[in-house]
C-alpha cells in the first residue's frame, strides 16, 4: 500500500504542475514569443503548437483527476484500515470526502479541475493564440487546484500563523515548481517545432521563447529556494533531523536532484541561450541550430530529474516531518530520564473513529 500510494502521490503531482506549466508557458512564453516574431515580420504558424498543448493539457488534467481520485481511495483505506473493497463497498468514502480535511481538499481541487475543463472546451475550438483570456482563467484554475494541493501535505496539519506560513510558502512552492518543472515539456515540443520548420521564422520564435522561459525558470528557481528553506526550517529542524531520520534522508536526495537539475538550467542559460544568436548573418544560422538541438535535448533531461525529484516528494508526504520525530523522541528521553513510564506523548491519529 505505501508503495502505491507513494507511486500515485508522485503522479498526481507531476500531472498537476504539467496542467498548470502548460498554461504558464503559453501565458508567459510561447504566446508573447509568436506576438513578438509577427511584429517583427517574421510570422510562424502557431496553430499546430497550440493544438499540442491543448492535448497535452487534456491529458494532464483527466491523469490529475483520475490519480486524485484514487490517492484519495488509497487514503481512505489508510485512515479506516480497512482494504479497498470493503472501503469502496461502504460508507466510509462518504464520510471521508465530508468528515476530513483530505475529503474536502479533493472536493475543492475536482471543482476547480471540472471548471477547467470547461474552460480547455472553449479553448480547444480555437486555437488561435490571440485572446489572452481563457489562458487566464485556466492558469489561475491550474495554479488555484495545484495551490490546494497545500492542505493534503504536512503545511495543511498546523494551524495558527505558524500554519498560515507553511501553506503560503507550501503554495509558492506549487506554483514555482509547475512554472518550471511544469513548463519544460512545452518547451521541449517549442524548440522541437522549430528544429522541424528549420526557417528563420521558428528561429526567432524558438529564440524569443527560450530567452523568456530562462527568465521565468530563474524566478521559480529563487522561489523554490526561498520556499524551501522555511519549510525546512518548519519540518526538519535542525541538521541532526536531516542526518538521522527517514524523511531527513529522503529531503537530501530531494535536495541533490535538485542541485543536479539546477545545473543544467545553469549550463542552459549561460552557455546556450547566448548561441541562439548568431554574432552575424554570415554565419547563416548554424551555431543557433546547434544550440537549439542542445537546448532541447537538456530540456529534455531536467524533466527527468524533476519526475525523479516528484517521485520523492510521492515519498515525502508518507513519512512523519523529521522535526516531528525529534519532539517525539526529545520528549522520551525525558520521560525515560524520570521513569514515568505511564507518560506518553500523544500520537496523531489518522484513523477514523
Known amino acids: 500500500m505505501s508503495a502505491t500510494l507513494v507511486l500515485v502521490r508522485a503522479i498526481h503531482f507531476a500531472a498537476a504542475l504539467l496542467l498548470t506549466g502548460v498554461f504558464a508557458f503559453r501565458l508567459f512564453v510561447g504566446d508573447p514569443a509568436f506576438r513578438n516574431a509577427d511584429a517583427a515580420g517574421a510570422g510562424a504558424d502557431e496553430g499546430a503548437f497550440i493544438g499540442a498543448l491543448t492535448r497535452i493539457a487534456w491529458a494532464a488534467l483527466v491523469l490529475t483527476l483520475l490519480s486524485g481520485a484514487l490517492w484519495l481511495v488509497l487514503q481512505a483505506s489508510i485512515m479506516s484500515g480497512r482494504p479497498l473493497p470493503v472501503v469502496l463497498d461502504s460508507n466510509i468514502m462518504p464520510t471521508v470526502m465530508l468528515r476530513t480535511q483530505a475529503g474536502r481538499d479533493w472536493i475543492v481541487r475536482s471543482g476547480l479541475l471540472l471548471l477547467l475543463g470547461i474552460t480547455l472546451t472553449r479553448m480547444s475550438q480555437r486555437l488561435s493564440g490571440s485572446s489572452r483570456g481563457p489562458v487566464v482563467i485556466a492558469l489561475a484554475l491550474a495554479a488555484g487546484s495545484a495551490a490546494a494541493l497545500v492542505w493534503a501535505g504536512h503545511g495543511g496539519a498546523a494551524t495558527g500563523a505558524r500554519g498560515a506560513v507553511e501553506e503560503a510558502a507550501d503554495a509558492v512552492h506549487l506554483l514555482a515548481a509547475g512554472a518550471w518543472l511544469g513548463g519544460l515539456v512545452p518547451l521541449a515540443l517549442l524548440l522541437g517545432a522549430a528544429r522541424r520548420a528549420g526557417d528563420e521564422l521558428w528561429l526567432a520564435v524558438a529564440q524569443n521563447g527560450a530567452t523568456r522561459f530562462s527568465t521565468l525558470g530563474l524566478l521559480s528557481i529563487g522561489s523554490l529556494l526561498a520556499t524551501g528553506i522555511v519549510n525546512s526550517f518548519f519540518l526538519v529542524g535542525d541538521l541532526g533531523g536531516l542526518l ?38 554570415e ?71
Do not use: M
Open 244 to 281: 538521522s531520520t527517514e524523511y531527513g534522508h529522503c529531503l537530501l536526495l530531494k535536495l541533490c536532484l535538485f542541485v543536479a537539475t539546477v545545473g543544467v538550467a545553469g549550463v542552459n542559460r549561460i552557455r546556450l541561450i547566448p548561441r541562439l544568436f548568431p554574432a552575424s548573418p
Open 283 to 353: 554565419v547563416r544560422f548554424e551555431p543557433a541550430w546547434r544550440a537549439i538541438r542542445q537546448l532541447q535535448r537538456n530540456t529534455l533531461v531536467e524533466a527527468s530529474l524533476g519526475l525523479l525529484i516528484l517521485c520523492v516528494v510521492g515519498a515525502l508526504g508518507t513519512l512523519s516531518p523529521a522535526a516531528h520525530r525529534h519532539l517525539h523522541l526529545g520528549f522520551q528521553r525525558v520521560v525515560d530520564q524520570t521513569h514515568t513510564s505511564s507518560l506518553r506523548p500523544a500520537r496523531n491519529s489518522d484513523h477514523l473513529s
